[in-house]
């Protein structure tokens, strides 16, 4: 949506120089009055009124002596310019010069018409603060003429000059010459007297609002030139609205608009068109956002964890929420690729908080790593309408993803799921909590028969190719050695560790090994401690797949139902390929690019905490 605030909108120079008046006095004294609003635009006088500048009204006037009084750009009658003469009042005089070139002309012509007995019409608003000043240039003699009704108050036989309030507009003043030219039998003279600046912007707003989808008009309600320049926009533009502060806006104004303009009055200041211009792409933006997501999809990819089915229900429920469809895609990009999908209700994810595995199910898509299984996804979810997707998974899953949104223009919001907890730019990955407390249930069991037999138990975590499964596990167990992929393991180092422990005093050695340390996983390095030591009583134990079973730990719960909800708050924000994790418990968005391509590193401290442990 293009927005264009308009370029001959804002202060006409006479409120510029009154402002400028006003804001140069302030700055030398803090109190300045001002007879009547300095501008019809209340969040202006606001603004100035903040600086010191004081509205005052005609009668408390009368009663200030000694001060400095701003005369504002509208202009005051003689009988004001008197009354400052008599109080000593110090005139801060900000009369627009065409204002007064134009009191100048009416006190000329009331001159010479009075030796005829004539009279001065001027058409104008009656009480307007320029139109007061005005007629007290006739003495209060002058006949106002708002509309051709007034016409019954002119005297037809009376010679006659008409004049024109300056902000009026040209068509009317000339109707109003026509009518007065119908019925006058006496000498009669129209002097056109409409500063051009004003009258100009009637012709060109109506270019302006012919021009956009949508106007809003920004102006103060008692601004009678906002309201008349207000009707032409509405004559030109039905989808104009009035406007006088940023909260009048309402969004749902700019649903089908490709192009908004912004427009004012002359006593409309460019700051408040400039801050109202920002809130509507704000708004719209949001509003796009929302209106392009209709329909998510949500799938769960790769090895399962436990939480994943509490993120699936956060990502239905909110999605909800947010009055989108949803719908669960069944064993992940396998699911996509075969259209595959559930529509789902809120309580389709009812009790499922608790639950280990994944109500959606999981794979590990082969056709989704080649072009052409991607190309037949992203033709499921054109046909199924599905506009954005929330994925939850692994570095495999993000890998897909980036790829996937590489490849064709789809929304892709990622979940860390992974009992591995191996994701750069995420300080937890959901199930991993649970894995951990999982596998210290097991080694505490271990522990107690390794104990019972003095013997030396090799116990192998998950983790794939991290270790920060083993590394916890391991500190929370107390285990005597933990072997990561992370750092290289020496054989007689451990060797050497194990023999001192037992001469001193150990009866039973637990080492934790990482499936995917160097040295080979449990049952290598079992062996090679074997030869060395045949005296040993050596066990293997491969925890293996229970270690991302079983009911989701409070934290993993808790996690998995934060990120859940940020993943669909970043896809309504217009997130395209990025991954919501958690660091130090607030949620961060990290691009899949970065996730990826970073290789999360373990916590030096843990390693240090194990060392000093476990002697
Ligand atoms: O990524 C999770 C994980 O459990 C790893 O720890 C492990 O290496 C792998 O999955 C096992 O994969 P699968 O279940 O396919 O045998």
């Given at each position: 949506m293009k927005i264009e605030i308009d370029p001959n909108a804002g202060f006409c120079f006479g409120v510029v120089n009154a402002i400028n008046k006003a804001e140069e006095n302030l700055s030398k004294d803090d109190q300045l009055y001002c007879i009547g609003d300095i501008v019809h635009n209340s969040i202006e006088v606001n603004r100035l009124n903040d600086l010191g500048l004081q509205t005052i009204e005609h009668d408390e006037f009368k009663g200030i002596k000694e001060r400095k009084v701003l005369?504002?750009?509208?202009?005051?009658?003689?009988?004001?310019?008197?009354?400052?003469?008599?109080?000593?009042?110090?005139?801060?005089?900000?009369?627009?010069?065409?204002?007064?070139?134009?009191?100048?002309?009416?006190?000329?012509?009331?001159?010479?018409?009075?030796?005829?007995?004539?009279?001065?019409?001027?058409?104008?608003?009656?009480?307007?603060?320029?139109?007061?000043?005005?007629?007290?240039?006739?003495?209060?003699?002058?006949?106002?003429?708002?509309?051709?009704?007034?016409?019954?108050?002119?005297?037809?036989d009376l010679p006659s000059e008409l004049f024109s309030q300056t902000t009026k507009t040209l068509e009317g003043f000339n109707l109003l010459r026509e009518e007065l030219q119908k019925i006058m039998k006496a000498p009669f003279k129209a002097h056109d007297t409409i500063c051009r600046k004003v009258a100009n912007r009637v012709p060109l707003i109506k270019e302006f609002a012919q021009k956009h989808d949508v106007i809003v008009f920004v102006s103060g309600k008692k601004s009678s030139n906002g309201k008349l320049l207000f009707?032409?926009?509405?004559?030109?533009?039905?989808?104009?609205?009035?406007?006088?502060?940023?909260?009048?806006?309402?969004?749902?104004?700019?649903?089908?608009?490709k192009s908004v303009g912004v427009s004012g009055a002359t006593s409309t200041p460019g700051w408040l068109m400039n801050e109202i211009t920002e809130k509507i792409k704000l708004e719209n933006k949001i509003n796009i956002s929302m209106s392009r997501i209709k329909k998510i999809g949500v799938l769960t990819s790769g090895g399962d964890a436990p939480g994943m089915n509490a993120a699936i229900r956060a990502v239905v429920r909110t999605a909800i929420f947010n009055k989108l469809e949803i719908v669960g895609i069944k064993q992940g990009y396998e699911g996509l690729i075969n259209g595959d999908f559930k529509k789902m209700k809120s309580h389709d994810v009812s009790n499922i908080l608790q639950k280990?595995?994944?109500?959606?199910?999981?794979?590990?898509?082969?056709?989704?790593?080649?072009?052409?299984?991607?190309?037949?996804?992203?033709?499921?979810?054109?046909?199924?309408?599905?506009?954005?997707?929330?994925?939850?998974?692994?570095?495999?899953?993000?890998?897909?993803?980036?790829?996937?949104t590489q490849e064709h223009d789809i929304p892709v919001v990622g979940i860390p799921g992974t009992i591995d907890n191996d994701l750069y730019g995420t300080d937890y990955t959901i199930g991993y909590d649970t894995a951990i407390n999982t596998v210290i249930d097991a080694v505490d069991k271990i522990r107690d028969t390794a104990s019972a037999h003095n013997r030396l138990f090799f116990i192998e975590v998950m983790g794939r190719d991290a270790g920060f499964i083993a590394l916890r596990s391991g500190i929370a167990t107390g285990a005597e050695a933990i072997l990561i992929p992370e750092k290289e393991t020496h054989a007689k180092e451990?060797?050497?560790?194990?023999?001192?422990?037992?001469?001193?005093?150990?009866?039973?050695?637990?080492?934790?090994?990482?499936?995917?340390?160097?040295?080979?996983?449990?049952?290598?390095?079992?062996?090679?401690?074997?030869?060395?030591?045949?005296?040993?009583?050596?066990?293997?134990?491969?925890?293996?797949?229970?270690?991302?079973?079983?009911?989701?730990s409070a934290f993993d719960r808790v996690t998995a139902s934060t990120l859940g909800v940020a993943a669909v708050d970043a896809l309504l924000d217009d997130q395209k390929s990025i991954m919501v994790g958690m660091v130090h418990g607030d949620v961060t968005h990290v691009p899949f690019n970065k996730t990826i391509k970073n290789k999360k590193k373990v916590k030096d401290t843990y390693l240090r905490i194990n060392e000093i442990l476990s002697i």
């Open positions: 005369f504002r750009a509208h202009g005051e009658p003689p009988s004001s310019y008197r009354i400052a003469k008599k109080n000593k009042i110090d005139i801060v005089d900000a009369t627009c010069p065409v204002v007064l070139n134009l009191q100048k002309r009416i006190k000329k012509s009331f001159r010479e018409l009075k030796k005829v007995n004539g009279q001065i019409l001027i058409y104008g608003k009656k009480g307007h603060a320029e139109v007061n000043g005005l007629v007290g240039q006739t003495s209060g003699k002058a006949i106002v003429i708002e509309t051709t009704k007034d016409l019954k108050s002119v005297n037809p009707d032409v926009c509405k004559g030109i533009n039905r989808n104009s609205y009035f406007i006088s502060e940023p909260q009048d806006i309402d969004v749902s104004w700019f649903a089908n608009a280990g595995g994944t109500i959606l199910r999981s794979a590990r898509s082969e056709e989704f790593r080649t072009v052409e299984g991607r190309q037949k996804a992203y033709q499921q979810m054109l046909d199924n309408k599905i506009d954005a997707l929330v994925v939850i998974g692994g570095d495999g899953t993000f890998s897909g993803a980036r790829i996937f451990l060797q050497a560790y194990l023999e001192k422990g037992y001469k001193e005093h150990k009866s039973s050695g637990i080492v934790i090994v990482a499936e995917g340390d160097k040295s080979g996983g449990a049952y290598t390095i079992a062996k090679e401690i074997e030869k060395e030591h045949p005296e040993y009583d050596i066990r293997v134990s491969v925890l293996g797949h229970m270690q991302r079973g079983g009911s989701p």
